[in-house]
């Protein structure tokens, strides 16, 4: 990786953490236990750049500006609300299982 990727990357994430700063609280406090699941389920496209993370804080700004609170955005399960997100990703748990699928196919 090239260091001026690594900047470009630097300056995407600061951009990124400050569209989360401006989010109303109760919009912060769910983002962060939402990424936090994201980057522990580990869909793949998240090795791609913030582009998912991005969604959906362009998802949460539509829902404060039409003056929505986070669980009416969400649902009140944001567990399902992750899932749905992630339903037709592939996860590193995917990649593992797949792994360990070939590795019993050879022997």
């Given at each position: 990786?090239?260091?001026?990727?690594?900047?470009?990357?630097?300056?995407?994430?600061?951009?990124?953490?400050?569209?989360?700063k401006a989010l109303p609280?109760?919009?912060?406090?769910?983002?962060?236990?939402?990424?936090?699941?994201?980057?522990?389920?580990?869909?793949?496209?998240?090795?791609?750049?913030?582009?998912?993370?991005?969604?959906?804080?362009?998802?949460?700004?539509?829902?404060?500006?039409?003056?929505?609170?986070?669980?009416?955005?969400?649902?009140?399960?944001?567990?399902?609300?992750?899932?749905?997100?992630?339903?037709?990703?592939?996860?590193?748990?995917?990649?593992?299982?797949?792994?360990?699928n070939k590795k019993n196919?050879?022997?």
């Amino acid at each position: 990786m090239s260091i001026k990727k690594i900047i470009e990357g630097r300056k995407e994430w600061r951009a990124h953490v400050s569209r989360v700063k401006a989010l109303p609280q109760d919009y912060q406090i769910v983002y962060k236990e939402i990424q936090k699941y994201l980057f522990k389920v580990g869909p793949v496209e998240l090795n791609e750049g913030i582009g998912p993370l991005s969604e959906i804080i362009s998802f949460f700004e539509e829902g404060v500006i039409a003056g929505k609170r986070v669980l009416e955005v969400t649902g009140a399960d944001v567990a399902a609300f992750c899932d749905a997100l992630i339903e037709d990703s592939k996860t590193y748990a995917d990649l593992y299982q797949d792994s360990l699928n070939k590795k019993n196919l050879r022997e």
